[in-house]
């Protein structure tokens, strides 16, 4: 089956750095998404791994490990519009669109 | 050029009553996807569209349908409602399927089963 396991919630300070983890277990692994979700409103693109290794974006940075089956998001220079759900999806073979996503890690920034 | 577009924003129903939500891609995008968005579960996957024709299915009752028009705006419905149905429902497009990097979700409808 499929299982995407990622924190709950998250809570760290304006200006400091975080790291969002996520572990995955599917079947046909393509690659894994982080996407961005403020309350209320749609998620947003923020990355896609699909080689291992380290990308980065700015001040957000995602990480893959294929053998590992395990991924993390690197938050840098955090800002109080970073509090967020942030989601680890993972995406199938079947030729579609069809990502299974965790729960959500809910990230606070407090000053 | 504009976003997914989803109606209705929000929605109240009552249990047994049947609903259909509506989504409108980006202009050119041909393949739709649908989720549910609950608290306890997450995004989960429903379905995907391309072409007119479902191409992916996620594990939900049968209770669960959609379709695709040759504008490639999508509908999804749900018959009986149960409570358990009540969720944030997100839809999202791409130019194609296979590049759900690429995908773009809209706001979603809110829909509540009292």
């Known amino acids: 089956g499929q299982n995407i396991d990622q924190p709950t919630e998250m809570t760290a300070t304006e200006g400091a750095i975080v790291q969002i983890n996520c572990t995955y277990q599917?079947?046909?692994?393509?690659?894994l998404f982080w996407y961005q979700q403020h309350a209320g409103e749609a998620p947003t693109f923020l990355s896609y791994?699909?080689?291992?290794g380290l990308e980065e974006k700015g001040r957000f940075s995602s990480f893959l490990s294929r053998s590992k089956g395990y991924s993390y998001l690197l938050l840098k220079e955090l800002q109080m519009k970073d509090s967020a759900s942030y989601l680890c999806?993972?995406?199938?073979?079947?030729?579609?669109?069809?990502?299974?996503f965790g729960t959500g890690t809910q990230l606070k920034v407090e000053l | 050029k504009a976003g997914v577009t989803q109606t209705p924003r929000y929605l109240i129903k009552t249990r047994g009553q049947q609903v259909t939500l509506s989504c409108s891609p980006i202009?050119?995008?041909?393949?739709v996807s649908w989720y549910q968005q609950t608290p306890g579960q997450g995004l989960q996957f429903l379905f995907e569209?391309?072409?007119?024709?479902?191409?992916n299915k996620g594990n939900f009752p049968g209770r669960f349908s959609g379709r695709q028009f040759s504008n490639s705006r999508s509908e999804m419905n749900v018959s009986t409602l149960e409570l358990g149905d009540s969720a944030l429902y997100l839809c999202?497009?791409?130019?194609?399927?296979?590049?759900?990097?690429?995908?773009?979700f809209g706001p979603g409808t809110r829909l509540t089963v009292l």
């Open positions: 791994n699909v080689l291992d």
């Open positions: 202009s050119g995008h041909r393949s």
């Open positions: 999202a497009s791409s130019l194609n399927p296979g590049l759900a990097h690429e995908q773009f």
């Open positions: 999806a993972a995406d199938s073979t079947g030729g579609g669109n069809k990502l299974t």
């Open positions: 599917t079947s046909g692994f393509n690659g």
């Open positions: 569209y391309f072409s007119e024709t479902q191409r």
